[in-house]
């Protein structure tokens, strides 16, 4: 059986964490594919949760056991990825499984499932309004913030990858958006 598989990916602050977290409360068959991370936990995240945090030693070895579907170094010594045993356990209780991964892992998990997974692109309405929104959520240090800044022209070259790119400006308007992409991608 053909299972399907959801995409989401952005630039950090767009907004993903928060659409991707309504379509899970709005379709109880999601299930998120918590992925390992090298970066320490921020704000109320958990272990298990959120993420599961990892040394960057504890890291590497698990990508010298090929237990990775992919993984990508998303910042100097941060490295974010997912692993196959993570996917196959969701997978196989019937969910359909949603990544919230950085572009190039996006383009990579899209290109390896075809079309079964739909890619969705979420796009800040500005850089302007990307940088407001990462100092609102008053989470990351002023260095990591210019981080994600510098990066966002680069990722946003990816936008034409994806099945889809959804603007996240109005949060409602954004949220009735991802949820009919999704509904009409699952109907069939
Ligand atoms: P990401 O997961 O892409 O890093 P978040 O979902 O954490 O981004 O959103 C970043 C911040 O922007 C959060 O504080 C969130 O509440 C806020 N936010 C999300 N969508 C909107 C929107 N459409 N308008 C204004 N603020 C938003
Ligand atoms: P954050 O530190 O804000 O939680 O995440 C930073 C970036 O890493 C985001 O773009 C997020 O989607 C991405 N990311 C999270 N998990 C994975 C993963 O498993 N693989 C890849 N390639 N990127 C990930």
Do not use: W
Not at 127 to 148: K, N, P
Not at 156 to 183: I, R, S, Y
Request: proline share 3%.
């Amino acid at each position: 059986m053909s299972k399907k598989l959801i995409i989401f990916s952005a630039h950090s602050g767009s907004g993903k964490s928060t659409l991707v977290q309504y379509l899970m409360q709005q379709n109880p068959n999601l299930a998120f594919s918590i992925s390992c991370t090298s970066r320490q936990p921020r704000g109320t995240e958990k272990n298990g949760v959120e993420y599961y945090f990892l040394t960057p030693e504890e890291f590497r070895r698990r990508i010298d056991n090929d237990e990775f579907l992919e993984y990508e170094e998303v910042y100097t010594d941060k490295f974010y990825g997912t692993l196959k045993s993570e996917v196959e356990r969701m997978s196989d209780a019937g969910k359909v499984v949603l990544f919230d991964v950085d572009v190039k892992g996006g383009v990579n998990i899209k290109k390896y499932y075809g079309e079964r997974a739909l890619s969705i692109f979420v796009m800040p309405p500005s850089i302007e309004e990307l940088s407001r929104r990462l100092h609102g959520r008053g989470t990351d240090t002023e260095e990591v913030i210019q981080v994600r800044l510098d990066k966002a022209a680069y990722e946003m070259t990816f936008a034409p990858q994806f099945d889809k790119v959804v603007v996240n400006d109005d949060l409602d308007v954004a949220k009735a958006e991802v949820l009919k992409l999704v509904t009409d991608f699952l109907k069939d």
